[in-house]
Nanobody
Framework: QVQLVESGGGLVQAGGSLRLICAASGRPGGTYGMGWFRQAPGKEREFVAHITWNGADRYYGDSVKGRFTISRENGKNTIYLQMNDLKPEDTALYYC?????????????????????WGQGTQVTVSS
């Protein structure tokens, strides 16, 4: 069993920045691919970003490319999401998720049903 805990959300004005953190625990062994999704009220869950188990590859949703950066601590299952130039449409509950048993690759990483474990989410609110 893997537990994921997100932190770093909050209220920020448009144009501002936030950094989200996700720490995984509970399963000894190597690192795994991890990502961020978000869900706004009344909308479907949206892929935000993914980083592979070794940090070699990163994938981003079209709406955040050039503004958000995903990273991870070397050799650990702790990831970060640096969010710059935030917009009101970025307002959502942001979830961290991990692929422990599922397939790798960009196509798999973009699908929420690939992920085996999810955090409880952290709220990001961007005011205009």
């Amino acid at each position: 069993q893997v537990q994921l805990v997100e932190s770093g959300g909050g209220l920020v004005q448009a144009g501002g920045s936030l950094r989200l953190i996700c720490a995984a625990s509970g399963r000894p062994g190597g690192t795994y691919g991890m990502g961020w999704f978000r869900q706004a009220p009344g909308k479907e869950r949206e892929f935000v970003a993914h980083i592979t188990w070794n940090g070699a590859d990163r994938y981003y949703g079209d709406s955040v490319k050039g503004r958000f950066t995903i990273s991870r601590e070397n050799g650990k299952n702790t990831i970060y999401l640096q969010m710059n130039d935030l917009k009101p449409e970025d307002t959502a509950l942001y979830y961290c998720a991990a692929i422990v048993f599922g397939p790798s690759g960009r196509g798999a990483a973009l699908r929420s049903n690939t992920y085996d474990y999810w955090g409880q989410g952290t709220q990001v609110t961007v005011s205009s």
